[in-house]
């Protein structure tokens, strides 16, 4: 581990009934929110205690959680399909609207390209326009499965985007043109995350537990390294900064979270067998916290995680 970088728990949230499925955090590392099988959507502020706040509720669980339009709207990918925009100043669901049949599994959105990506279990991914969320286009990507992660290119962050697909296959979208076209298969059995490290480096992780750096260069892709990461399924990636050191953070269904160079030299193991020190049951969401993070799980814990 780079010189004086350790992460350890630094809170433990507590109060969700059942698996937390994601978690997403403000810009400021001020808020918290998280959601699960429950349809509890939970506000926390762990800066200033371990309370939760109950903003809203669905009737079903939620997949996915993205803070949209300056954080005062939150929308909610459900397991029945909807998308369930929440208003965090009223504290409340204000629509639902039927966007998958099948469910919600992947949300983008970008404040100033005015347009919302969501992505669902029937293969598909449709266009929505924000604010009116009206529904502009629908693709269905044949044979790919879930839609599991929506990820905008560096260099077209409003024109392009890698979809992560449930057949392990990772496909390209570009919006303008409407055209999709499958860049390769990279994983065995789901394609369940992505990340760009940087415009031409993409780190996948998929239901083989496998976790491989590729080299992407006019839509051509290079597998350049690659490791058994984890026993079980990765479900999560989470690239983040900290004190000038490059991070990669994985989550797996094995119960662990890892922490890993850019080139995937493994650093640091959270969580093991026979101990308390991380999560008990399967890990399935990251998100950044300053400089450390936060994972949540099927226990319902919600882990804050920090420099020791």
């Given amino acids: 581990m ?3 970088i350790r992460f350890i728990p630094y809170k433990r949230l507590l109060g969700h009934p059942g698996p937390v499925f994601d978690l997403i955090s403000d810009g400021h590392f001020q808020k918290l929110f998280s959601a699960g099988s429950c ?4 506000q926390w502020e762990p800066v200033f205690g371990e ?6 509720t669905v009737p079903s669980s939620v997949f996915v ?3 949209i339009e300056g954080e005062n709207y939150l929308l909610a990918g459900d397991s029945e399909g909807y998308l369930n925009l ?3 100043k009223e504290a409340s669901a204000s629509r639902r609207i039927l966007a998958h049949p099948r469910g919600v599994f992947s949300i983008w959105f970008s404040a100033g390209g005015n347009f919302i990506l969501s992505g669902g279990a029937d293969s598909s991914v449709a266009l929505w326009e924000w604010p009116s969320m009206q529904l502009l286009q629908c693709w269905r990507l044949r044979g790919a499965g879930k839609i599991r992660s929506i990820t905008a290119f560096p260099d077209s962050p409003f024109s392009d985007f890698a979809i992560a697909a449930g057949n392990g296959a990772l496909y390209h979208l570009n919006v303008r043109r409407e055209e999709i076209i499958c860049l390769g298969q990279l994983h065995e059995g789901s394609l369940n995350a992505i990340l760009f490290l940087s ?3 993409l780190v996948s992780g998929g239901w083989d537990a496998r976790l491989r750096l590729w080299d992407l260069h006019d839509r051509h892709l290079h597998l350049c390294c690659e490791v058994d990461a984890h026993n079980y399924a990765i479900y999560r ?5 900290v004190r000038e050191c490059s991070l990669l953070i994985t989550a797996s269904r094995d119960k662990t979270v890892k922490v890993w160079t850019e080139d995937l030299n493994l650093l640091q193991r959270l969580g093991m067998p026979a101990t308390t020190e991380g999560h008990r049951r399967s890990v399935n969401a990251l998100t950044a916290w300053g400089d450390g993070f936060v994972s949540a799980g099927d226990d319902g814990q919600v882990i804050v995680w920090g420099i020791e």
Avoid: C, E, F, K
């Fill in 65 to 67: 959680l993205r803070l």
């Fill in 199 to 201: 415009t031409h480096r």
């Fill in 86 to 88: 929440v208003n965090l």
């Fill in 237 to 241: 990636l989470l690239y983040q900064n």
């Fill in 2 to 4: 780079p010189a004086g």
């Fill in 51 to 56: 309370d939760g706040r109950l903003i809203a």
């Fill in 39 to 42: 349809g509890w959507i939970v």
